[in-house]
């Protein structure tokens, strides 16, 4: 029988013309728990720190609170952190993507069936 590649489900919740988060932003907001670093946190994903700023700037104006804080800083100053509402949004978002996949399986297998083998595999 022939193995199609994996579907996966991708969220996005926006607010008016903003994205307020989605699983890049969830995962730069991860990273930032991690390393408490946003420059730290861009490098791990692969992506420049001005495009990782302007993610953060764009959800921090998204919510009713600032999801990142971060401090002005050089080497071995600065950093970044989570506030309780960038955990609070971090955990809903992560709470919701796990009852979305969960939700989505059977779906996503019947498309699965019908896909065509992924290139490359049997």
Same mark, same amino acid.
């Given at each position: 029988?022939?193995?199609?590649?994996? #579907?996966?489900?991708?969220?996005?919740?926006?607010?008016?013309?903003?994205?307020?988060?989605?699983?890049?932003?969830?995962?730069?907001?991860?990273?930032?728990?991690?390393?408490?670093?946003?420059?730290?946190?861009?490098?791990?994903?692969?992506?420049?720190?001005?495009?990782?700023?302007?993610?953060?700037?764009?959800?921090?104006?998204?919510?009713?609170?600032?999801?990142? #804080?971060?401090?002005?800083?050089?080497?071995?100053?600065?950093?970044?952190? #989570?506030?309780?509402?960038?955990?609070?949004?971090?955990?809903?978002?992560?709470?919701?993507?796990?009852?979305?996949?969960?939700?989505?399986?059977?779906?996503?297998?019947?498309?699965?069936?019908?896909?065509?083998?992924?290139?490359?595999?049997?």
């Amino acid at each position: 029988m022939a193995r199609t590649a994996p #579907l996966r489900l991708f969220l996005r919740l926006d607010l008016g013309e903003d994205i307020a988060i989605g699983p890049g932003k969830a995962d730069l907001l991860a990273g930032i728990a991690e390393t408490g670093s946003i420059a730290a946190a861009a490098r791990r994903m692969g992506m420049s720190y001005k495009r990782a700023w302007l993610l953060v700037e764009t959800m921090n104006g998204c919510f009713r609170a600032p999801v990142v #804080l971060a401090a002005r800083g050089g080497r071995g100053a600065g950093g970044a952190r #989570l506030t309780a509402e960038g955990e609070a949004v971090l955990a809903a978002y992560r709470s919701l993507q796990r009852a979305a996949e969960a939700a989505a399986a059977p779906h996503a297998r019947a498309i699965a069936r019908l896909a065509r083998p992924a290139k490359g595999r049997p």
